[in-house]
């Protein structure tokens, strides 16, 4: 299984997610099933690492981003499984990005996969670029708990419900 975070600029918020959701992958043990990327819709930020107040806010909590800004590109729709977007414009960009329904259908809201966030109807990660402190410790709030109900989704079978095409 392999899983992409996608985010407008790929400093932010899908590093965030894509480096919390290795730590709950790699502490259930499913780091042999599970692979995880992050992207973004943007290019503005391309080759860049993340950004330092997202660093910062992760490493208050144990957690290491990595990597380096990237696109997302055309082969991120056949090599991921599910494509985890952070809010609605990242979803209906990648919606509409998408090569045929297939692909279309494995682009979700990552807070989908949060219960408490479907029972808020709240679903969207806010984008923490231009705001303070809060916004950055708000962003691993919201995604750490999407990451585990997405780990329990995927344990249990219903996170890909629709057959690879
Ligand atoms: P991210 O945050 O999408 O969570 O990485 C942003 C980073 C940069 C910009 C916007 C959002 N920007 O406009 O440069």
Redesign the pocket.
């Known amino acids: 299984m392999h899983l992409l975070f996608v ?8 590093p965030t997610a894509e480096a919390v959701m290795r730590g709950v992958v790699e502490d259930a043990g499913m780091g042999h099933r599970i692979t995880v990327d992050s992207a ?1 819709t ?1 290019d ?2 391309v080759g860049s690492p993340p ?1 330092p107040r997202s660093v910062a806010a992760a490493a208050r909590r144990g957690v290491a981003l990595d990597g380096r800004g990237r696109r997302v590109d055309d082969a991120d729709f056949s090599s991921a499984d599910l494509i985890l977007a ?1 809010d609605r414009h990242n979803l209906e960009e990648l919606r509409g990005r998408a090569p045929d329904d297939a692909a279309a259908a494995r682009v979700r809201l990552l807070r989908e996969f949060d219960p408490e966030s479907v029972g808020t109807g709240s679903l969207e990660v806010p ?3 231009q705001g303070g402190p809060d916004g950055f410790e708000h962003v691993l709030d919201l995604v750490d708990a999407a990451c585990r109900g997405l780990l329990r989704a995927i344990e249990d079978g219903s996170a890909t419900p629709t057959a690879r095409g």
């Open positions: 985010c407008l600029g790929n400093i932010c918020r899908s973004g943007g503005w930020h950004d952070m984008d923490p670029y």
